[in-house]
């Protein structure tokens, strides 16, 4: 139990109530008809039900962008910040009320290319959120901009004719951080997989990292075409500590044993080739989180007043 | 003071048997200079310490280089103190110093050509130099002592490094303490509180340690009562009700504490950061965390989420920092989320001077922010109001649903004054977390049509569940894009701070309540422009003063007030063009931060004079513009 130093008055137990979906249903989400976006949308509602999480006590960060509309559409406290810095906010949050659930949900513009500073440090500090990374390759909200994750060559507003270089790994990237403690990736065409892997991550105590591929049906639609179309083209990653979706394995026939605490092994997977790789690349149950790093015994403003006049005999003339 | 001519170098011999000659003076400045790691700056640290504990006004001010290790024995390695005393209250760092004790003749020459010695002053200065073996450094210094010539003077030299070698093996690390000893002779300060106050600084340091520096500080009283033929005075008049005596940054911290605050989220900048320093050793002791960010707006961003998941949240910077800051502070003023920004200004722009002090960030915090983003600014203008300005910011970002930023500066964040020492109850903190449950239909903005005020919800509060967005939105904080949200939420977030303002009281005039010549100043000016209007007054010139700590919104009664003096003028530590400069006119005329505030403001033709010195102002230097101005009616 947190002990919060505050007063806890109606903020009954999670459990003590009983939450159906609709009660974390917010207004109609307006992304375009396609956008897997709505997928995800539906399995963060899913889990949030099946969790019971009292909406007061559960908070979405995020940045700005298609993907960081996403707590608009929610029935839970949300924060719908600035271009990139949706990491900071949760941090801040999670920082001094580790009492509540934190969600961060970022674009791949957000989270790699103008955030990306804080995503490499929010990965070192470890707070016990779930960032969920949408990452459909483009910038959809400005009209068809490249971004990190854009493959070579695609075309768009700004590199009409495709983008010079390769596109950024941010899966490698987060395995590169130290402390990395949780780091999947599922994909919007699998939604019982998006399910199971947001259940991990939010059982993970630490930051999960959870990369989404997804399309823009405005400006992407191609992206992963190929995966919807030959599952062959998909591996999981599956082990007994790892991401399980009964129904996905039976459709991708390829299955890859994978331990996802063997960090170099998960290093290896997410190295580009032709499979597109779903499932838990490394978990780390170990690492130590950052509200907990920085916890300090709370003080009753009387305490805190005596212990001032103290600090000031150290001033007294 | 007797006053030799510079030709009179040599090193006084013993005069125990003479009685020393008394200097009486109401006042009196100090500085040591060493190379930047000799330790000047403890020295006059003490030595201002132990003189504000017997009575006396003490102003001390940081002479920093801008690196931490210059190369030595160069004028930019100079670094020090100041130390002003005074039988009253001492507001500010004073004119040119009256003795100077220098560790060489470089650093000497330094404060020399910044014109930081008067005429007549006493310089006590190390002897080693000018033996050296090293003929490069004979050189110099008899090239420095050339340049100091025809300048009076009085020099005294002391064989530092000989008197210490007799204690201690590397003087470098001892001549610190010998100087406090000398200095202590000479303004006759209580020799065990010093001594205490030594204890106090190395008491993490081995017991031979510090019984070496008592013996230095031993050693340099004994050889200035051997050798020196003067002492100063400055009575003392001791205040009555109990004091303290700290920097401006040790007050925002400890005032930040004080205050309730829960989080100080940072990232490291020159001058602000020495408040982080002093919170992380203490914070945590009162339930506080001090969070180093990974950058400037990650160091906001993180105080933006606690503040609106509820708790109390400071973030600290300067100049460039605030520049950084910029887009989240429109997001606290667009989503109403309490928020106090600290600003220690430093020169600028861009990386500027880092270590020196201006007033150049007002506008940039007014108006930083693309759209309209009002908000409230508050400047301290001592060390006593950046302790007690925590508190009302606090309480300000909290009642108001806004950020607060407050405007310290180089000048109060290193300057240390005795101030009356506050009382701290638990009234003055911020009440404990209310998780209540909002009643049906709570909106997250219930905007009063009347004042634009709102009860804000936080995580945890059932039924208070809302999207706070950046996006331009409605009482439910629901996105919106017409006219009429737009405007109304512009209006509300506005219209909370004519009902603030509305709440102050006109500010105090200084002086006459008409007259002549009336100085505007903020911040940390306060004392030298009350000094040098006194001293005018003391001539027969009608000049008052008037100094604001609100600067947005600004303190009402200002029109009525300007409205009864010939001339309003603002003094400030900021860029202005000067009217005799080529190519200006009334016209084009660039003019300092404030001016032009209140002249948008208030319609009055409000002139300035303003300074970007790197350094506080003089009082001296600002009573001849007051002079000519109240004598001529404007600063042309």
């Known amino acids: 139990m947190i002990d919060l130093g505050c007063s806890l008055l109606g903020s009954a137990a999670d459990t003590e109530r009983g939450w159906e979906f609709q009660d974390y249903q917010g207004p109609v989400a307006r992304w375009c008809a396609g956008c897997g976006d709505h997928a995800v949308l539906a399995a963060v509602q899913r889990l949030l039900e099946a969790e019971q999480l009292a909406p007061e006590r559960t908070v979405f960060v995020s940045g700005i962008g298609c993907s960081s509309r996403f707590p608009h559409y929610l029935k839970t406290y949300g924060f719908h910040g600035l271009h990139g810095r949706a990491l900071p906010v949760a941090t801040g949050v999670k920082l001094r009320r580790p009492d509540l659930h934190v969600f961060a949900v970022m674009g791949d513009g957000d989270c790699c290319s103008i955030g990306a500073g804080h995503w490499v440090h929010a990965v070192r500090y470890n707070p016990d959120i779930v960032a969920i990374m949408l990452d459909n390759g483009v910038y959809g909200l400005t009209k068809n901009q490249t971004s990190p994750t854009s493959p070579k060559g695609l075309k768009s507003n700004t590199a009409p004719r495709g983008a010079w270089l390769d596109a950024m790994n941010p899966i490698a990237t987060t395995l590169g951080v130290a402390n990395a403690s949780f780091v999947a990736q599922t994909g919007d065409w699998v939604p019982e997989h998006i399910a199971a892997t947001l259940r991990a991550a939010f059982h993970h105590r630490g930051f999960a990292f959870v990369r989404i591929l997804q399309r823009c049906p ?6 992963f075409a190929s995966a919807l179309r030959d599952p062959s083209r998909v591996e999981l990653l599956l082990h007994p500590d790892g991401i399980r979706a009964p129904a996905v394995e039976r459709m991708v026939p390829n299955h890859r044993e994978h331990d996802p605490s063997d960090l170099v092994a998960a290093f290896r997977l997410a190295q580009p080739d032709e499979r597109i790789r779903l499932g838990l690349f490394y978990r780390n149950e170990h690492v130590p989180v950052y509200e907990q790093v920085r916890a300090v015994p709370p003080h009753t403003a009387e305490q805190r007043a005596r212990l001032v006049n103290e600090e000031l005999d150290a001033y007294a003339l | 003071m007797t006053v030799a001519p510079i030709s ?18 109401a ?30 006004g003490t102003w001390t001010v940081e002479i920093i280089p801008a690196e931490i290790q210059p190369p030595p024995r160069t004028p930019p390695s100079a670094s020090g103190n100041r130390v002003r005393l005074g039988t009253r209250r001492v507001t500010n760092w004073g004119d040119e110093a009256d003795l100077v004790v220098a560790f060489n003749e470089q650093v000497l020459l330094h404060r020399h050509r910044l014109g930081a010695l008067r005429e007549g002053c006493t310089i006590l200065i190390e002897n080693w130099w000018e033996r050296h073996e090293d003929e490069a450094i004979r050189a110099a210094w008899a090239e420095a002592m050339q340049e100091l010539d025809g300048h009076q003077y009085r020099f005294i030299k002391v ?22 000893g000398m200095l202590a002779w000479i303004y006759n300060r209580d020799r065990d509180k010093t001594r205490e106050l030594i204890a106090h600084e190395f008491r993490k340091k081995a017991r031979e340690i510090l019984d070496a520096n008592v013996a230095l500080l031993d050693l340099g009283w004994q050889w200035a009562a051997e050798h020196l033929d003067f002492r100063v005075e400055v009575p003392i008049e001791a205040p009555t009700e109990p004091q303290v005596v700290m920097n401006g940054n040790q007050a925002l911290a400890i005032g930040a504490i004080a205050a309730g605050m829960d989080l100080c989220s940072m990232y490291p900048i020159t001058p602000a950061t020495s408040a982080s320093h002093y919170l992380s ?62 600003d220690v200004q430093r020169g600028g722009p861009s990386t500027g001077l880092p270590t020196k002090v201006e007033q150049s960030d007002l506008l940039a915090v007014l108006f930083g922010q693309p759209g309209d983003a009002p908000k409230v600014v508050l400047a301290p203008a001592t060390m006593e109001e950046c302790f007690h300005v925590m508190t009302t910011a606090r309480r300000l970002a909290e009642a108001f649903r806004t950020p607060v930023v407050v405007l310290s500066d180089a000048n109060l964040a290193t300057g240390v004054q005795p101030f009356p020492r506050p009382t701290v109850t638990s009234d003055a903190m911020a009440g404990a977390l209310d998780l209540g449950p909002l009643g049906e239909g709570f909106r997250a903005y219930e905007w009063d049509a009347q004042t634009g005020l709102s009860r804000r919800s936080i995580p945890g509060q059932p039924g208070g569940e809302h999207t706070a967005t950046g996006l331009s939105h409605d009482e439910h904080s629901r996105v919106g894009y017409s006219p009429d949200v737009h405007e109304r939420g512009c209006a509300m977030r506005s219209r909370k701070f004519a009902v603030l303002q509305q709440s102050l009281r006109p500010p105090a005039v200084c002086g006459p309540e008409a007259g002549d010549l009336l100085v505007v100043g903020w911040g940390s000016t306060l004392g030298a422009i009350e000094e040098a209007a006194e001293r005018a007054r003391d001539e027969g010139l009608s000049v008052s003063t008037l100094h604001l700590r609100f600067l947005s919104p600004l303190e009402p009664g200002l029109r009525e007030i300007f409205a009864r003096f010939r001339t309003v003028m603002t003094i400030e530590i900021n860029y202005s063009d000067d009217p005799q400069d080529p190519y200006i006119t009334d016209e084009n005329r660039r003019r300092g931060q404030l001016a032009w505030l209140l002249r948008a403001q208030t319609l009055v033709d409000v002139d300035c004079w303003t300074r970007v010195p790197g350094e506080p102002l003089r009082p001296g230097q600002l009573l001849e513009v007051m002079r000519r101005v109240a004598r001529k009616g404007g600063v042309s």
Do not use: W
């Open chain 2, 8 to 25: 009179d170098t040599r090193t006084p011999g013993p005069s125990a048997a003479r009685e020393p000659h008394i200097v009486r003076v």
């Open chain 2, 27 to 56: 006042q009196h400045t100090v500085e040591i200079v060493s190379d930047s790691g000799e330790g000047a700056q403890k020295c006059g640290q003490i030595f201002g310490r132990v003189s504000a504990m017997m009575g006396n």
């Open chain 2, 281 to 342: 050793e203490i914070f945590e002791k009162y339930g506080g965390v001090v969070h180093q960010a990974e950058d400037e707006i990650a160091a906001i961003g993180v105080a933006v989420g606690a503040s609106y998941a509820g708790k109390v949240a400071f973030t600290i910077t300067s100049g460039p920092g605030l520049a950084l800051k910029t887009e989240f502070i429109g997001l606290a003023v667009m989503t109403e989320v309490p928020l106090v920004i600290v």
């Open chain 2, 159 to 180: 064989p530092m490094e000989e008197q210490c070698l007799t204690v201690v093996d590397t003087p470098r690390r001892g001549k610190n303490m010998f100087v406090l």
């Open chain 1, 218 to 223: 405005q400006y992407t639609d191609q992206l």
